[in-house]
């Protein structure tokens, strides 16, 4: 079964500091991986995507995420934190389900705090 | 393109009594999926619609749990009989392509419910 997993489910950064977010994948065909960011009472906004082609992904707000296949990985990046950026992150894969739908399937989120 | 909206944002019910929820997807999604946030974890898929046809529902979906979409716009999410373990964030979303690779989820607000 597909799945993510991600480590730290607290990070803490320094205002202008580099954001690493890590995110694990089990698949057993190359998977097809988000990142979504939710604010505080605010649904799941989509940050960014990886399905095929470029392995270095970019996305809105400054973010970007490298698939890695030899190390099942795909971290999520921002060179340099801001206040806005506290929130909390989930890491997910996208599989078909019966009826012609997809499922995603999230990791337990990272809360990113961002510290002056 | 309005977004995703749900209704109510919050609801405190008294264990045993039934409660409604209500999504509006956006209005060219023909596909819509309802998934479940506890604390400290990432959603977990319920059920999809393509149109207004049921065609997935998780283990997760108890008896007590009925969704409907009546006529292929709304959405509603019904819980009989809620319990403590209800208590979550339930959370719409609304997307049109079909292939993973093609398909981002839109989120809306989600519902949070408090079972006392």
């Known amino acids: 079964a597909q799945s993510v997993t991600q480590l730290g489910s607290h990070v803490s950064v320094s205002e202008g500091a580099l954001v690493l977010l890590r995110c694990n994948y089990s698949s057993s065909v190359p998977p097809y991986l988000f990142w979504y960011v939710q604010y505080p009472n605010q649904g799941l906004q989509l940050l960014l995507k990886y399905t095929t082609g470029a392995t270095l992904v970019k996305g809105i707000n400054g973010f970007e995420a490298e698939f890695k296949k030899s190390e099942t990985s795909f971290h999520l990046t921002k060179p340099s934190a801001h206040m806005s950026d506290a929130a909390e992150y989930f890491c997910?894969?996208?599989?078909?389900?019966?009826?012609?739908?997809?499922?995603?399937?999230f990791g337990t989120g990272t809360q990113l705090k961002v510290e002056l | 393109d309005t977004g995703v909206s749900q209704d109510p944002r919050h609801k405190i019910t008294k264990r045993g009594q039934n409660v409604t929820f209500r999504c509006d997807p956006i209005s060219e999604h023909n596909r819509l999926y309802w998934y479940r946030q506890t604390l400290g974890q990432g959603p977990e898929f319920l059920t999809y619609f393509q149109n207004e046809a049921q065609l997935e529902k998780s283990r997760l979906l108890s008896d007590r749990f009925s969704a409907e979409r009546p006529k292929g716009s709304f959405s509603t999410l019904e819980i009989q009989r809620t319990e403590q373990g209800d208590s979550a964030m339930y959370l719409c979303?609304?997307?049109?392509?079909?292939?993973?690779?093609?398909?981002?989820?839109?989120f809306g607000p989600g519902t949070r419910l408090l079972v006392l």
């Open positions: 997910a894969v996208i599989k078909s389900i019966t009826g012609g739908g997809n499922k995603l399937t």
């Open positions: 979303a609304s997307s049109t392509y079909r292939l993973p690779a093609q398909e981002t989820q839109y």
